[in-house]
Nanobody
């Protein structure tokens, strides 16, 4: 599975950005896609995930500000980020989780930088 992410950039506090990530290759029908982020000096953390059935999960720090969605026909996941804060600054990584035989494999995109600064 290959993941191509786009949409990062520099935005002022309070602004918005939308990230996109398209998956290609060996796509399984049962999967989850999502976004994780890693700030300098910190561990990678979950931002939001969405299953192929549409169930979503968000980090507490982004609830009410970020919205994850997906287009199954295009194997693409989106992250709409509103009311951005400086602490949202990080490299954002797209994730594709393939479930099979009671376990799973994670695939990662190349990362896209999001910088929130005035």
């Amino acid at each position: 599975v290959q993941l191509q992410a786009s949409g990062g950039g520099l935005v002022q506090p309070g602004g918005s950005l939308k990230l996109s990530c398209a998956a290609s290759g060996s796509i399984f029908s049962i999967n989850a896609m999502g976004w994780y982020r890693q700030a300098p000096g910190k561990q990678r953390e979950l931002v939001a995930t969405i299953t192929s059935g549409g169930s979503t999960n968000y980090a507490d720090s982004v609830k009410g500000r970020f919205t994850i969605s997906r287009d199954n026909a295009k194997n693409t996941v989106y992250l709409q980020m509103n009311s951005l804060k400086p602490e949202d600054t990080a490299v954002y990584y797209c994730n594709y989780r393939k479930y099979y035989s009671g376990t799973y494999i994670d695939y990662w995109g190349q990362g896209t930088q999001v910088t929130v600064s005035s």
